[in-house]
Structure formats: C-alpha cells, structure tokens
C-alpha cells in the first residue's frame, strides 16, 4: 500500500528548526538537512549534510521531507515510511588515525604519504577544520564488513558532504586522502599531525 500525507504540526523543538529531506528508491538513498541542532559533546549545529548512498534494497520507495513545521512522508509500502525522523552526528568513515603509510614529503606541520590500505585507497575523503567550522566529504567510499558502517544496511557511500559549527580546538587542520596520496597539515600540530622535519625521503631528523 502506498500513502501520501501532508501536515503542518511538527512543533518539536528544537527537532522542527531548520530543514531535512530523506529519500530511498530501491538500493539508492539520499539524506540532506541545513541548520540543525545537534546533541553532540563537540558540534555546536549543522550547517549542511548531503548524503547519497548504495544500500541494501529494504523497500521500493519512501520519502520525508520537513522545513519547519511542515512535513511531507510517502511511502510504499506505507509501514516502511521516514516519519519524523531526527538529524543526528553521522559518523563519516575516516581514512585512519594512524598513517600506516610510506612518507613522501614530512616538512614541518605539512605531511604528505602514500595511502596503501585497501579498499580505503580507491575512494576520496577531506576533512578541514579552522577556527570554528568544520568540513567534512567522502566520495567513492566502498563499506566492508569492517569498516565503521553508521548502519548495517549501507554497502557504498556515493558521496558526503557535511558542514558543523564546531567547538574550538584549533587555528587550521586539513586531512586530505585521495586514492593513494594523503597529504595533512596542522597549525598547530598535533598529536594526528605531529611536527616532523625531513629534509630527505626516509631521512627523519626530528619528530615532536
């Protein structure tokens, strides 16, 4: 049974703040929401997320959209239809804390490596922080059984773009990962992009 409905009662708050769009047609889901509140230890609100993946076939189609106070749901079949559904801190899958690579150009608060691990190696991912904003994307994304999937039914992440308002902790950090090269800055370094000084390949004078 497919069903349609329209309404003007989400006086949720702070849940009805902002806007947010679901939709999944067969294994293809797309999620996006703009300012948003978020509980979350070290995001402030959401700026924007956007999100298209490749997921296990559940259903045949089901769409929500809010804004406001004003939401539209669809379903097919109807028991399987986005109702209401909340905006919360989704976890990217990160390229790896530890670089676990073969350093090309280490130079102060700049690192630049090989990235070997498959099948992280054959997608793209970007994070950068500066001040109070943080951005966050991934592209071409493959999700095995171990990867640190948001949810059991997520095969491939497409594309995701996140946007938080952010707690300070630093000026500037930038990772940056596509397919073999990772590349990372710091200021001021950390323990994730330490300050490393090598004035040859493999030649490491000096690592804080």
Not at 55 to 65: D, F, H, I, L
Request: include cysteine.
């Amino acid at each position: 049974m497919c069903c349609c409905a329209f309404r003007c009662t989400n006086f949720d708050f702070p849940n009805c703040i902002g806007c947010k769009g679901n939709c999944q047609i067969c294994c293809i889901e797309q999620e996006g929401f703009c300012c948003k509140t978020v509980s979350h230890d070290q995001v402030c609100c959401v700026v924007f997320h956007d999100a298209l993946e490749c997921v296990m076939c559940t259903t045949a189609c089901k769409t929500y959209r809010q804004c406001f106070c004003c939401e539209f749901i669809c379903g097919c079949p109807l028991d399987q239809a986005y109702v209401h559904t909340g905006a919360a801190y989704s976890n990217i899958p990160k390229s790896g804390a530890s670089l676990a690579t073969s350093d090309v150009v280490p130079c102060c608060c700049s690192i630049s490596s090989l990235y070997m691990r498959f099948p992280g190696c054959i997608s793209c991912y970007e994070k950068t922080t500066c001040c109070c904003f943080e951005a966050e994307t991934v592209c071409c994304r493959v999700m095995t059984c171990s990867s640190n999937r948001r949810k059991d039914t997520l095969c491939m992440v497409f594309e995701k773009a996140n946007c938080y308002m952010v707690w300070p902790t630093t000026i500037i950090k930038s990772i940056s990962q596509c397919m073999f090269l990772d590349t990372r800055c710091a200021i001021p370094c950390d323990k994730e992009i330490p300050f490393i000084c090598m004035p040859l390949p493999f030649c490491t004078c000096c690592v804080n």
